[in-house]
């Protein structure tokens, strides 16, 4: 079965850039969706089809797909940003989510 | 506005099956490209898949937990229901329902999320 393989963990000073980073066989053939998780509550899409944003989504987030690795760019982190990140992708007629990462501001 | 609201027992025994209902609102699972899915997430672990159905009654499950789960909806009732036999103290985790927009050959995502129900499966 497909696997996506994020880091656990990402650790930003606020202000910075935060990379997350999803990786998968070929995963650039396939449509990346990023949720954001924040405790006690249900995920939210922060970016679809690998680069595209939902409305009232900050352009901060950004999104890009390539190779074995897609990868979840939030640019001035804010202390408000942190939260678990997941990536999710179809393979085989099945909903792929990948590991989760926590991102901390330091 | 769409909703998603989850419903069912908060404990379970183990051996026993599980019956969660999700009802919606602001949305008709009779209108093409509108589907459902089960997403189930144990606490402090990653989010997993159970089941999707789609507007036309057409069904895919986690290859993981084919044989364990079943999804149905009624569209007169606005509820999709998933059960999940021989449930087990790992079966513990926060349920969620979700809404998905777009054709079955399109790599869709969850654009609406209920708030999640969490079910203990203890003796």
């Known amino acids: 079965s497909y696997v996506l393989t994020q880091p656990p963990s990402v650790s930003v000073a606020p202000g910075q850039t935060a990379r997350i980073t999803c990786g998968g066989n070929n995963i650039g053939s396939k449509s990346v969706h990023w949720y954001q998780q924040k405790p006690g509550r249900a995920p939210v899409v922060v970016v679809y089809?690998?680069?595209d944003r939902p409305s009232g989504i900050p352009e901060r987030f950004s999104g890009s797909n390539s190779g074995n690795t897609a990868t979840l760019t939030i640019s001035r982190v804010e202390a408000g940003d942190e939260a678990d990140y997941y990536c999710?992708?179809?393979?085989?007629?099945?909903?792929?989510f990948g590991g989760g990462t926590k991102l901390t501001a330091l | 506005q769409m909703t998603l609201k989850e419903s069912g027992p908060t404990l379970v025994k183990p051996t026993q099956t599980l019956t969660l209902t999700c009802s919606f609102s602001g949305f008709s699972l009779t209108t093409r490209g509108v589907n459902v899915g089960w997403i189930r997430q144990p606490p402090g672990k990653a989010l997993e898949w159970l089941a999707l159905i789609y507007w036309d009654d057409d069904k895919r499950y986690s290859p993981s937990l084919r044989s364990r789960v079943t999804i149905t909806k009624d569209a007169s009732k606005t509820q999709v229901v998933l059960t999940m036999t021989d449930m087990d103290p790992v079966d513990t985790a926060t349920y969620f329902c979700?809404?998905?927009?777009?054709?079955?050959?399109?790599?869709?995502?969850?654009?609406?999320w209920g708030r999640g129900t969490l079910v203990t499966v203890s003796s």
């Open positions: 089809d690998d680069t």
């Open positions: 979700a809404l998905s927009l777009g054709e079955k050959q399109q790599p869709n995502y969850f654009d609406y």
């Open positions: 999710q992708v179809w393979d085989s007629s099945s909903v792929i």
